[in-house]
Structure formats: C-alpha cells, structure tokens
C-alpha cells in the first residue's frame, strides 16, 4: 500500500506502478467469469465424484469410478492435468448439500470448465481424452487419488487427529489425577 495513492496512482516518490494488483487480479477474475457464463462452459461440483454421496445427494458416476471426498481445488488439478481452461468458484455449493449436515459440507465449491471448442454444437473437444462431461467426471473420480496434494492433505488430516488425540488424553488424564486428589482428602478425614 507505501505509495499508491487511494486512486491507485503512483507517488512520484515510490516505486513505478500504475494499479494496485489486487485491483487487477479482480477485473480479470470478473472477465474469466463473465467468460466462462456466456460460453457456458461445464460446470462440476465435486459431489459429482463423490463416492460417500448417493445419487439424491448429487452423485452423478458410478461408486466404482468415485473418490472419498474430492475438493473443487483437486478438480482444478485434474482440469490443468489436462490442459483444459477452467475457472474456480469457491462460494458456490451444490443445490442438494444444504439438506447435509455441516461437517458433510466441508468442501464447498465448484469448478467451470471448457471442454468443447465451440460449447453450443459440443464438437470438437478440446483434449481428446475427455469427448463429454461423463468422461471428465470418471477421468477426475479416477485420478484425484494419485494427486500428490491429496496425499499432503491426507497426511495433514492425519497428523491433526493425532494431535486431537493426544491433547484429548492429556486433559484426561489431567480430570484423572484431580479425581484421585479429592478421593484421597476424602479417605484422609
């Protein structure tokens, strides 16, 4: 913020920059945006490819071709694995995750992304792996357990419960020795 002044013009004093880059980040952000609703580009929430979802909770492949609680960022992954533009909406969540209980609403988001050429007539696609929506949805239920930051997130998760876990039993055993204290004034009088 030292030198920008609140139009976003340069003081002659600072360094050479005309707009702050949020400012910018923000105007592209809404371009890609208006981009991707007037192309209609495909949208994916990832309880499509969630195998811990019915289909009346937004499954849309079969269990065999899903993975255990996908992020919109893990789908974001798979779109660039594959060469696809893609815009990620984190604020979104799908219509039927509301009836969920909060802690199933976990990972909210969704992903838009371009899979065909020319979205209208769905022709030519864009990476030959992937011809339809089907095949993006199986592709990423597939492959989001061999990404790398699955695994860091895992292993997080994992090292969080632990961690729970020991400071549970510590203030356990804390309870525990503060009962035998008062047992023992007790049997004393």
Same mark, same amino acid.
């Given at each position: ?19 702050? +880059?949020?400012?910018?980040?923000? &105007?592209?952000?809404?371009e890609l945006l208006e981009k991707a609703k007037?192309?209609?580009? @495909? ?12 289909? +009346? ?8 071709? @899903? @993975? ?9 992954? &798979? ?46 696609? &864009? ?16 492959? &989001? ?6 695994? !860091?997130?895992?292993? !997080? ?9 020991? +400071?549970?039993?510590? !203030?356990? !055993?804390?309870?525990?020795?503060k009962q035998k204290g008062k047992r023992k004034?007790?049997?004393?009088r």
């Open positions: 913020r030292r030198g920008l002044t609140p139009r976003g013009h340069t003081d002659p004093r600072a360094g050479e920059r005309s707009e702050p +880059a949020e400012a910018m980040q923000r &105007i592209e952000h809404k007037n192309e209609k580009w @495909c949208m994916f929430y990832p309880n499509y490819v969630n195998g811990g979802r019915t289909l +009346a909770q937004g499954r849309k492949i079969p269990t065999k071709h @899903c @993975c255990k609680d996908p992020t919109t960022l893990e789908l974001a992954h &798979i779109a660039s694995a594959l060469k696809l533009p893609y815009f990620i909406e984190r604020y979104k969540l799908h219509p039927r995750s509301f009836k969920l209980k909060p802690r199933q609403m976990m990972f909210p988001g969704r992903i838009r992304v371009k899979l065909w050429d020319d979205p209208e007539t769905k022709k030519k696609p &864009i990476n030959e792996k992937i011809p339809d929506r089907k095949a993006f949805m199986i592709f990423a239920g597939e492959n &989001i357990p061999k990404l790398k930051i699955r695994h !860091q997130r895992e292993a !997080q998760a994992l090292a969080h419960a632990q961690a729970q876990k020991a +400071a549970m039993e510590k !203030q356990m !055993q804390k309870k525990t020795k004034k007790k049997g004393k």
